[in-house]
């Protein structure tokens, strides 16, 4: 598991194993009237590259299976709708916009806490209720304990960015 966000940039077609790597990301951007199809059973294959673990969490069961079986062409803006893709982007300000929601979180968000925050979302996705409150009671006193909760508290206070270390070794 890649500790730090991963953030797509959807402008133009985004088919078969190319829609795979983009619903893994954690995040995705998608130009206006981008393309997208799973296309597989279209060429009689099979969902391949994990798509059919991703695409149900990410948009349920009936409109996964929908457009797994079906194979049919969506544009961003159905993406959108659907929770295949976080927001749809002029395509001229695309990259731009992308970049900047990067840079924000890179400058502001704690690594050390995004690299946590990401296991919990992956780790919690099928766990009972109770495991994953247990476990973030557990992981909530650990990030008391890292100079990142120092920096982010001392910064929100002195109204000035956060001077976050990278990712720390313990987290």
Avoid at 122 to 131: E, G, K, T, V
Avoid at 139 to 167: H, I, N, T, W
Wanted: charged fraction near 20%.
């Amino acid at each position: 598991l890649i500790p730090k966000p991963v953030i797509a940039a959807i402008n133009g077609a985004c088919a078969g194993m190319g829609m795979a790597q983009a619903l893994m990301c954690d995040i995705r951007f998608a130009a206006a009237g981008a393309k997208f199809t799973t296309a597989f059973s279209r060429r009689g294959l099979i969902s391949e590259w994990g798509i059919s673990w991703i695409l149900p969490r990410l948009v349920g069961h009936a409109r996964a299976a929908d457009l797994l079986f079906s194979g049919r062409v969506f544009l961003a803006e159905e993406a959108a709708a659907m929770g295949v893709v976080n927001a749809v982007v002029e395509p001229e300000r695309l990259l731009e916009h992308t970049l900047a929601y990067a840079t924000d979180m890179a400058i502001n968000a704690s690594p050390s806490s995004m690299a946590v925050m990401k296991r919990q979302l992956y780790a919690d996705w099928d766990r009972p209720l109770i495991s994953a409150h247990d476990d973030a009671i557990r992981l909530m006193v650990e990030s008391f304990r890292r100079p990142d909760f120092a920096e982010g508290v001392a910064s929100y206070l002195q109204k000035r960015p956060p001077q976050f270390g990278p990712v720390s070794p313990d987290a």
